[in-house]
């Protein structure tokens, strides 16, 4: 009785819905509580104890139940309903929705906080169908796909219409990439579960409201909680789905420009690359793959034998140095282009009300545009790709996306183009997944996308921030795009490294991007052509500088793959803000020029030339120290930093474990046979954990095949004894080898009295205050290392 009065109580603070909206009655079945009212019928079902949909369906419209973001089947297990005279309470052990009769609201509780309510909940008026929402003041908002404006949000009332803009810097009110979420920093997310184009206002009339408006579809939305950022994340991932694994060599470094003309260049270009032994992983070749020009070309998806006159010769010789292609393609057909009468036969575009290709103008040229939604139109375009990939293809790239051009008078066969247009790239990206799913079961896709939608990352998608321009403030602007999309689901989201649009020429900033691209998700330099993009046209001094950042990255890859597989496991973003690590700490809402790369690196790009010190903020739960120095620095304290040339300000969260690996050229030659484990001793973490991941790179599901690997890493620390141990869980399919690892201890202030790895003393050499020493780890066996002081 307790537990009801209190939700019935925090509901009061609430305003009156709809004074229009009566309660009639209520159902429950089969877990969805349907409740009745004057103008419509809710329908409101739990997907687990923190997830719960509320959908209304006005009097006379019928429930759409299609949705394309959602993947997790609902879950009625212990939800109840009590009804009073006043009140419906439905419950789950996480979630209370509490539904007043008269004056009819409803407002969400979440182990009995209060997290919002509806206001007027559905109207309509001008054409528009709006859902609103009570908020309290003190709420910084997320979330909203790809922007710049400032991490919180609030304020803003943001256009839902998926669109490019072209050498974009520090502001940019619509991008690529809408999603139609809002995150609160009381820990909760509101997802509208509707494609078509719209709205999404955070409370811009600054009267403490949220709005959704939408032109038409589904009044469906679905309320997330949890108990930390990584829980909400987690479970908004688990409705909407887990990013694959991306192949291992995703991780390395990759050559790529707008664009490389012929065959022969390829070859130069990769040849360059290992003359000068800097590493690299794949090459991207963009559309000059299939013409000669810019405009009139799109569609051909063929090689043009005049520039590439062995493409299957070119791509064989790529692989055997273990070199990925990546090819650009794009979704629109130009009547100029080689396949345009056969796309017409084949009935595979968007067509007009009339039932014949919809065709119209726009910079590339006279066009159609593929109808990914139609079975017709996805086989056919699939077919092109899986002809690519059978010819030796490593990787897809989906360019224009959005789509760049797409008129509302289209009509795709899942409704007008104004219906549709937010969830186009994310079809696309869906029928290629699914296409190697099919076709390629045992191959991990690399689906590079400008675009996509709500539930994108299910697909594998690794999206990148668009034609940023190449400037300082271009460069600014990195952090939030990356920081907001990894909240919203998807992790990979990246830049051009080294900014794309304009021919400003600056190697300082190339060199500050290219640190600051060390710790974000994907590592690929790109521009246009007129400053090169790839470290081997640089200058002496610049390739060197940009030789030993790429170097580096390589030698991150065991803690990089690590974050990948976390991400695949939990949906955890591998950039985090730091409101992650303060939640309750209001400082820290608005900030993302620092962040956390995984859990144990505190990371501050370079963002503005010539500067001499920077302030760093130090989160409070840990000492951190310095990559580069160990200098330590004290936790919950703001220090300024002195900024020096070669790196960018990155520390190590005190008591963490970074593996790492010497630089190779490949990560075809990776090995865990032989790596370093660091760890981060600080007084004032007693305990602490890590782990590294490894699988063979290349096998989906590896984990859940039981071919993978999982070292787990602890320590605990007294006065007398350091205790360190390595435990490796073995997958059933997985053969694991003895693994011989370099452990380095840093910031270990007291004298030694002996190292015993399974009490066998071992020898240790000391510099500073870093001692290290080796340990032969085998496969099957715990290793326990007591480090005794005197």
Known sequence: ???????????????AQNANRKYKSHKLTNGTLEVKTSDGVYLIKPYSDKIVETSFVPKGETFKPESHAVVLTPKAKDSKVKDTKDFLIFTTKGITVSIEKSPFKISYSYKNKELFSEKNGYTKADNMETLDFNINDSEALYGGGSRVLGMNRRGNRLQLYNRAQYGYSNRAELLNFCIPMVMSSKIYAIHFDNPAIGYLDLDSKKNNTITYETISGRKTYQVIAGDSWTDIIANYTDLTGKQPLPARWTFGNFSSKFGYHNQAEVGKTIQKFQNDSIPVDAIIIDLYWFGKTIQGTLGNLDWDKDNFPDPTKMIADLNAKNIKTVLITEPFV?????????AVDKKVLAVNKDGAPFIYDFYFGNTGIIDVFKPEGKQWFWNIYKNLINQGVGGLWGDLGEPEAFPSEAITAKGKADEVHNIYGHNWAKLVANGYQKDFPNQRPFILMRSGYSGSQQYGIIPWSGDISRSWE????????????????????HSDLGGFAGDYFDNELYIRWLQYGVFQPVFRPHADESVAS??????IETKAKAKKQIELRYQMLPYNYTLAFENNQKGTPLMRPLLFEEPTNQALQTVCETYLWGNDFLITPITKPGLKEIPVYFPKNNNWFDFYTDQKQEAGTTSNIAIVEDHIPVFVRGGAFIPMIKTIQNTSKYSLDNFDLHFYNDEKTAKSEGKLYNDNGTIPNAFEKGESELLKFSSNSNEKTLTLTIQTVTGKSFLSTDKKINFIVHNLNKKIKNISSNGQNIAYTITDKTIAFPVLSKKGQTNTILINYN
């Open 334 to 342: 130009l009547t100029t282009s080689s396949k345009w009468k056969e």
């Open 1 to 15: 009785m307790k537990k009801f009065t209190l939700i019935v109580l925090l509901s009061t603070f609430c305003f």
């Open 534 to 539: 790839e470290p081997v046209y640089k200058d």
């Open 474 to 493: 271009g460069l600014q602007s990195q952090t939030e795009i990356a920081l907001q999309m990894g909240m919203q689901g998807i992790g990979y989201m």
